[in-house]
């Protein structure tokens, strides 16, 4: 036990707190930093209540002890991963959906608990929370909340962020805020949820979320068009935002990311350039279906099957919802340098998926680019030889000037994932020190000994 910390054993149940070492080391990586980059916690505690958390919180803030909160560890960025040792305050317990409101359309929920889950809950009142990310069967609600995470569906539903209402929050000196509000719309002073929402618990632990839900729709189609080349497939997505033909998800998948995914999965579909269209409505669906093939002809596609929601079109989604895992098991030689995230203004999104193809014929490293194409959201996968220190550090340069890239575009260096450790570096190219000085000034105001997930987002911090 450590003499720092052993104030815990005085605020939680003795199953509550652990200092064994498989606990620590768990939460000492996420999906993007292993072993080698993370630092291990202390002790990991598991608060059950609002009440826990700010015990803690408030004991640790006494005792100038660092608290990192962790949920799923799935973010790519070390948003989750201690750079300090201290207590990893892992709120996976708090996993209840406290009450549905089916007349206000409206959920209570904890914060652990995964995305799915609250989907299952409120599917018995035909409802849903539309806007999760791809990761919403192994991702937690105050994950998601803390990253400003988005997914498939943002194109058409928005981020996770729009269907946040009110939000209760533990911040680092202990004190329990609500933030928000029940009712649809407010301007009552200050918008701190919209603060404390992309914050990365840096700013305070979310306790409880209330969310604004919506009908499920009546019809789901959604097919697959196949392009000759990815320069037809990117103009084909952005013709299809520009003219608001109305889609629920638009995503590219590049003929090098196809090759990735039939090894993983063992299927056969053609490496081509592919784009995935989903379309939800209560009428007229097809006229929607029509106008995106009509955008998609202009451009020269293959094939564009479309067909109704079912196992035919789950089976079709496969190959994209898994890719995450597939690039690690696909070259015994070659590793992915990092699971990458940018977003461009749609008109700007041929230029940087053409840009991410060009640097890699020029240095002859394959470089996957996939991802959420509606919302002008490039994932890329960088392989590398990590033997091979000229590999890696080609592959370092080819990241850095596709972040360069995006943000000359009038993008942004993360879309999704959040700077964690692993973007900081970005976000001094992509705000003038004026308006990182004012963040900075907000965390150390609500942070003033600098304790809650310390390291992250700037710099400056570690
Ligand atoms: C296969 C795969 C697919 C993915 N697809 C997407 C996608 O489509 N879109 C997308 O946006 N992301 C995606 N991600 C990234 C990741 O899943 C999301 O960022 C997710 O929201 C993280 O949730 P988590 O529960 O794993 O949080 P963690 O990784 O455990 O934590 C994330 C951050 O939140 C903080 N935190 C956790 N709980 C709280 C809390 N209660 N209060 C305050 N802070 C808290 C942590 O300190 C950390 O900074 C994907 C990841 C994987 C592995």
């Known amino acids: 036990m450590s003499v720092q910390t052993s104030f815990l054993e005085e605020l939680l149940d003795t199953d509550q707190i652990s200092y064994g070492d498989s606990e620590r080391k768990e939460r000492s990586t996420d999906w993007g930093t292993d072993e080698a980059d993370g630092v291990m916690p202390d002790v990991v505690v598991w608060p059950e209540s609002t009440a826990d958390v700010a015990a803690v919180v408030t004991a640790a803030n006494e005792h100038e002890v660092p608290v990192t909160p962790y949920a799923a560890g799935t973010s790519f960025e070390g948003n989750a991963v201690p750079v300090d040792n201290g207590i990893s305050l892992d709120v996976s317990r708090m996993d209840a959906v406290l009450e549905v409101r089916p007349d206000d359309l ?118 697959r068009a196949m392009f000759e080349d990815i320069d037809a497939a990117t103009a084909a997505i952005a013709e299809v935002i520009q003219s608001g033909i109305d889609v629920a998800k638009i995503e590219l998948i590049d003929a090098f990311s196809a090759r990735v995914s039939n090894e993983y999965l063992d299927t056969s579909h053609p490496d081509v350039p592919m784009v995935f269209v989903e379309f939800h409505a209560d009428h007229s669906i097809s006229r929607e279906v029509e106008r995106c093939r009509t955008a998609f002809e202009d451009h020269g596609v293959r094939s564009f099957d479309v067909s109704e929601a079912g196992p035919e079109m789950d089976e079709l989604w496969e190959a994209r919802s898994k890719l995450g895992k597939a690039f690690e098991p696909y070259d015994p030689d070659l590793s992915s340098l990092a699971a990458g995230d940018i977003t461009v203004p749609i008109s700007r999104y041929p230029e940087i998926i053409d840009f991410a193809k060009t640097l890699s014929n020029e240095h002859d490293i394959p470089v996957a680019t996939f991802g959420h194409a509606g919302d002008g959201n490039v994932h890329y996968h960088i392989m590398i030889d990590p033997d091979d220190p000229a590999s890696v550090a080609t592959g370092e340069t080819i990241a850095e000037r596709l972040v360069e890239r995006t943000i000359e575009l009038g993008g942004t260096s993360t879309g999704e994932h959040g700077v964690g450790t692993g973007k900081r570096e970005y976000l001094t190219n992509e705000y003038n020190p004026a308006t990182l000085e004012t963040m900075q000034s907000i965390k150390q105001t609500l942070d003033p000994n600098g304790i809650l997930n310390p390291g992250k987002i700037f710099v400056d911090e570690t």
């Open 106 to 223: 409206q959920v209570d929920v904890q914060p652990g608990i995964l995305g799915d889950d609250v989907n299952e809950t409120v599917a018995e009142d035909d409802l849903m929370l539309p806007s999760l990310p791809a990761s919403g069967s192994i991702a937690t609600i105050g994950g998601m909340i803390a990253n400003d995470s988005s997914g498939t569906k943002t194109v058409k539903y928005g981020e996770v962020a729009d269907w946040v209402l009110e939000l209760e929050v533990v911040l680092p000196t202990g004190d329990v805020v609500t933030v928000g509000s029940k009712a649809a719309k407010t301007s009552a002073g200050y918008n701190l949820k919209n603060l404390i929402i992309g914050s990365e618990g840096t700013l305070g632990v979310v306790t409880r979320a209330t969310f604004k839900l919506t009908p499920r729709p009546e019809q789901i189609h959604g097919g």
